[in-house]
Every structure is written in C-alpha cells, then in structure tokens.
Nanobody, 124 residues
C-alpha cells in the first residue's frame, strides 16, 4: 500500500485548502492515519492524526482550530481541511498509515506507507 496526498496549491494567507489522502485499490478500514509536513530546510513535522479504532483525533498546537481531519463515507479517502492558512503553513504535506491501530502519534517513525506529498504554498 502506498498513499498519495493531493490537493495542494497556491493560496493566499487566510485562505483554505482541502487535501486528500488516497491509496490505489485500498480502503482505509481500521488504519491509523497521520498527516505530516516538511518545510524547506526543516525536519518533517507531524501535524495531525486519527487512530484506527476509536477515530480519536489529535492536532498539533500549530494547526489546532484551523485544520480538521475527516474521512469519506466510502472510506477510500482521508481529508485534511485547512483553513486560515498562514505563510508558515507552506510545506510539502504527506499522509501515511500508522504502525499501531489503537492510538495515533505524530512521530514519523510510527508510520509507514509514505507516498509522494503535495505542495502547499501560502503567499500573497
């Protein structure tokens, strides 16, 4: 299974974008899903996750109140709705599946099945 993040683009400060995370011929059943981002010259940063059993969500302080995770009804797509975007949100965004289904973390080492990311640029 290899995930693919999509939906990035150029947006003005204060704007919104919705990212999608999909995998070919695969539905997210009890998978823990994490969203990460990597800005130029910086380490990969975990920003949100949802565990595969109870669907409890976690958001890093940097995005809490602005970003929201959700899943499509057919379970084929995980979404990351991003609002009130700031220039500091500029990064390549990735999704991945967690190695543990019962809890989620934002530690990159706890995830696998990384795919290509999608670039989000917040600029006027």
């Amino acid at each position: 299974v290899q995930l693919q993040a999509s939906g990035g683009g150029l947006v003005q400060p204060g704007g919104s974008l919705r990212l999608s995370c999909t995998a070919s011929d695969y539905a997210f059943g009890r998978d823990t899903i994490g969203w990460f981002r990597q800005a130029p010259g910086k380490e990969r940063e975990g920003i949100s996750c949802v565990d595969g059993i109870m669907r409890r969500k976690y958001y890093a302080d940097a995005v809490k109140g602005r970003f929201t995770m959700s899943r499509s009804e057919d379970r084929n797509t995980e979404f990351l709705q991003m609002t009130s975007l700031k220039p500091d949100d500029t990064a390549v965004y990735y999704c991945a599946t967690g190695k543990t289904r019962s809890k989620c973390t934002v530690v990159p080492g706890d995830y696998e099945n990384w795919g290509q990311g999608t670039l989000v640029t917040v600029s006027s």
